[in-house]
């Protein structure tokens, strides 16, 4: 399905798109502040300005696009879903979203947990100092090298993903004279999605261990047959981008369902349960996810009232929140490069990046929104598509936007919310470069990834 080529259909018929944007906004200057981090405004001279810096300034030394990141605003999210969970609850955040050695610094000093699901990721989170004991390992299909070194470091737990994984994780922790805690992944049959859950069709995919299959029931049984494997409890994750608790509900209910199921089969009574990820964040002013306090609030009562229902204790709850962490807390910046304006229909603008940056947009159809950054402008609305600079017509950023009219070349642009997900799915295509990590707060920047260079892709090209 292409909505960008429409060779035989009517001229005008994809001007306005469906859903968003279907008029301009009342101010294009405005920045709302459900989509952009908390110490971004627009200052007297009209360019926006992040921890104190104006953008031009950070442009202008570390170049564009670059994603620049809130440090305040990261650091105040951490302590948001600390506060909200409490004392009894670990709050992993997910490493998948975004990781850097800074990150794990900035994790490790407001109390969070990690979780990883890749060596590189493990050795990332090791390198920055994160204690293994506060480690989750997770993945579909962890190799033997992984699983070891995992279990060597003493990581926290590791997420059982399939019959054949707890063999693996087994052997590894005899081999080395361990106790390695786990918490084995069950699928619930609830798989949720931006603004919906689906309650059907959803074990039909690579993730976890069958609830209704009887494959979780099983899995325990074998587990708790082996000495090297101490399990800790029940694991589920239900999917991204999501709104409506409702999906949450339905999981908690069934891993308490299982947890009770545990206690008459073996009379023991598992002492945790993770919940998962995947809590929604605001991509456009339309989206409006819940605040931590809510979603803590929600689950820890859904949990409490489950239990006491089936005469458990209350389990230790943990949750795994990536994108809600990372996501608004960083923009990226672009230079806007060529225009063309297709008469009737809209302005591409192309920004000097694109899907190497940001993939979410051609992967998923995600929407963001983007602002004009570098000055005001009391130009009328114009109807835009931000574009990369890849040799791709799927190659867009923001796929509908107003932008002002009198935008120009060397005009700065910058897309919110893409601190999740954009720079952790970055890739080299057509060997461009992937931009940096620039770190802001209290009026001051730096580097907490650098840009790749031209250098670093021929390092890897040994001829
Ligand atoms: C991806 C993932 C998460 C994080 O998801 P977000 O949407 O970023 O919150 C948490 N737990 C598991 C197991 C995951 O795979």
Not at 43 to 52: E, I, L, R, S
Not at 107 to 128: F, R
Request: hydrophobic letters at 40%.
């Amino acid at each position: 399905m292409s909505r960008s080529a429409h060779p035989a259909g009517p001229r005008y018929a994809d001007v306005l798109p469906e859903g968003h944007y279907t008029a301009p906004p009342a101010d294009l200057n405005s920045l709302d502040s459900r989509v952009w981090s908390q110490t971004v405004e627009r200052t007297q001279d009209g360019a926006v300005a992040v921890g104190g810096l104006d953008v031009r300034k950070i442009a202008e030394e570390f170049g564009t696009p670059a994603y620049v990141m809130d440090e305040t605003d990261f650091r105040a999210r951490c302590r948001a879903w600390r506060d909200a969970f409490g004392q009894d609850a670990d709050v992993f955040y997910a490493g998948k979203a975004f990781l850097s050695r800074a990150v794990v610094r900035w994790l490790y000093e407001e109390g969070l947990n990690l979780d990883v699901c890749s060596g590189g990721e493990l050795a990332t989170a090791l390198a920055a100092g994160m204690p293994a004991e506060r480690i989750a390992l997770h993945g579909n299909n962890k190799s033997n090298e992984e699983i070891h070194r995992a279990v060597e470091a003493g990581v926290g737990r590791i997420v059982l993903d399939s019959f054949q994984e707890i063999a693996r994780v087994a052997h590894a922790a005899e081999r080395l004279g361990r106790r390695q805690p786990v918490q084995i992944r069950v699928t619930v049959g609830v798989e949720a999605h931006t603004h919906e859950f689906i309650a059907t069709a959803h074990e039909d995919q690579k993730f976890g261990l069958a609830l209704a299959e009887g494959q979780a029931a099983e899995a325990v049984r074998r587990v708790l047959r082996l000495d090297s494997l101490e399990l800790i409890g029940i694991h589920s994750h239900i999917g991204s981008q999501i709104f409506d608790m409702a999906g949450f509900e339905v999981s908690a209910r069934r891993v308490v369902g299982l947890l009770t199921q545990i206690r008459d089969e073996h009379g023991i009574e598992l002492p945790e349960i993770d919940l998962g990820g995947g809590l929604g964040i605001a991509y456009t002013p339309e989206d409006d996810p819940r605040e931590p306090h809510e979603i803590a609030k929600s689950l820890g009562d859904i949990v409490t009232r489950e239990c006491e229902v089936a005469g458990l204790a209350v389990p230790r709850l943990s949750v795994e929140p990536g994108r809600a962490i990372v996501g608004p807390t960083a923009f990226t910046l672009y230079e806007v490069g060529t225009l063309k304006e297709l008469e009737g229909l809209r302005t591409y603008v192309s920004v000097d990046g694109g899907m190497s940056d940001n993939i979410r947009t051609a992967l998923y159809d995600a929407e963001y929104s983007v602002a004009l950054v570098s000055r005001a402008s009391a130009a009328e609305p114009m109807l835009s598509r931000v574009v990369g600079k890849h040799c791709e017509s799927g190659d867009i950023v923001v796929r509908d936007a107003f932008l002002p009219a009198d935008l120009a070349p060397g005009d700065l642009l910058a897309v919110p919310a893409t601190g999740a997900y954009c720079r952790s799915m970055a890739s080299n295509y057509n060997h461009a470069l992937r931009p940096p990590v620039i770190a802001v707060r209290d009026g001051e920047a730096r580097t907490i990834l650098r840009r790749e260079t031209e250098e670093d892709l021929l390092r890897l090209d040994v001829g």
